[in-house]
């Protein structure tokens, strides 16, 4: 059985950081293009960032650029997403999900998805 678990959210101040996991079960995650996606309050889900499956090549969305950081851990079966200078409008549920091939971060080319975990950030 695919599932997804993620884990790391929490509660932080303006310019802290936190450290995402996504922990894989019933595949291996280095064979497949794992996403990170968020969803605001009355926002649509967006893609935060991707990494492929082929040659690991990442993908960020322009508003986490230089703040953001994915990255596999496949002895772990896990994937990170490291976030920096962490900003109020950085307040979502962050999920990941995960297909064998994608061609980017399009949030509808991804097949399993995590529960997600709440990223609140607030002083």
């Known amino acids: 059985q695919v599932q997804l678990v993620e884990s790391g959210g929490g509660l932080v101040q303006p310019g802290g950081s936190l450290r995402l996991s996504c922990a894989a079960s019933g595949f291996t995650l280095d064979s497949y293009a794992i996403g990170w996606f968020r969803q605001a309050p009355g926002k649509e889900r967006e893609g935060v960032s991707c990494?492929?499956?082929?040659?690991?090549?990442?993908y960020y969305a322009d508003s986490v650029k230089g703040r953001f950081t994915i990255t596999r851990d496949n002895a772990k079966n896990t994937v990170y997403l490291q976030m920096n200078s962490l900003k109020p409008e950085d307040t979502a549920v962050y999920s990941c999900?995960?297909?064998?091939?994608?061609?980017?971060?399009?949030?509808?080319?991804?097949?399993?998805w995590g529960q997600g975990t709440q990223v609140t950030v607030s002083s």
């Open positions: 999900a995960a297909v064998r091939i994608a061609l980017g971060c399009d949030l509808y080319e991804y097949h399993y």
């Open positions: 990494i492929s499956s082929s040659d690991g090549s990442t």
